[in-house]
């Protein structure tokens, strides 16, 4: 009798189990509602641009987000500063050099969770064939549905890295003392991620 009690009880707790278990799912980047923009200073202003050629995958766990993970790809040549000559220089050797180095990718390797929406997003991050761990800030913005019943989830960050780190080297001395480029590049991310259907 005890038996069967416990194979009972073990039954129904590996049901309820199994029941509320939420299986990891893959969100593809949804680029019409993403931004991938960047800010750095030139002289004494700060010059904004954004990338509009870029793509990812997100593993999302929603029972555990700590053991998520996301692989972001960008085209480097859709540099974008509104400025048609300066957007040429950017896509030089001088900058990117996208015909030798094409593609800029974040892959994470790890999360941790930082409050109750944000998490620690460690990651490699390769810019111009260079790759080094940096840690990106993230904030969840939540799940919804669109009015076509695609699932959607959403995330913001916002880091600063040194565009020398990755042999982006290029300035230029001003007369008044310092240099044309700052050496520092603020980096935000707004991306909303689609649900793959089943």
């Given amino acids: 009798m005890t038996t069967t009690t416990t194979t009972a009880t073990a039954y129904a707790t590996t049901t309820s189990t199994a029941a509320i278990a939420v299986p990891v799912r893959t969100y ?13 200073r030139h002289l004494l202003t700060k010059v904004r ?11 999302f766990d929603e029972s555990q987000p700590e053991h998520s993970s996301i692989d972001v790809t960008i085209r ?3 540099i974008d ?3 048609p000559d300066r957007d040429k220089h950017l896509r030089s050797d001088d900058f990117f050099g996208v015909d030798q180095f094409p593609e800029l990718r974040f892959v994470s390797t ?6 109750r929406d944000s998490f620690d ?8 064939g260079v790759s080094l761990p940096v840690m990106v800030p993230v904030t969840a913005l939540g799940k919804a549905r669109d009015p076509w019943g695609n699932e959607k989830l959403g995330f913001e960050a916002e880091f600063t890295l040194s565009r020398k780190d990755y042999g982006l080297n290029w300035n230029a001395v001003v007369e008044t003392g310092g240099f044309l480029v700052g050496d520092d590049v603020k980096v935000s991310l707004s991306l909303q991620a689609q649900a793959e259907r089943d």
């Fill in 28 to 40: 593809a980047i949804d680029v019409a509602h993403s931004e991938v923009t960047f800010q750095v």
């Fill in 49 to 59: 641009g954004r990338f509009t050629d870029f793509d990812g995958k997100i593993e």
């Fill in 76 to 78: 480097a040549a859709s």
């Fill in 81 to 83: 500063t509104a400025q």
């Fill in 110 to 115: 790890g999360i941790s969770r930082s409050g």
């Fill in 121 to 128: 997003v460690a990651g490699t991050l390769t810019i111009r």
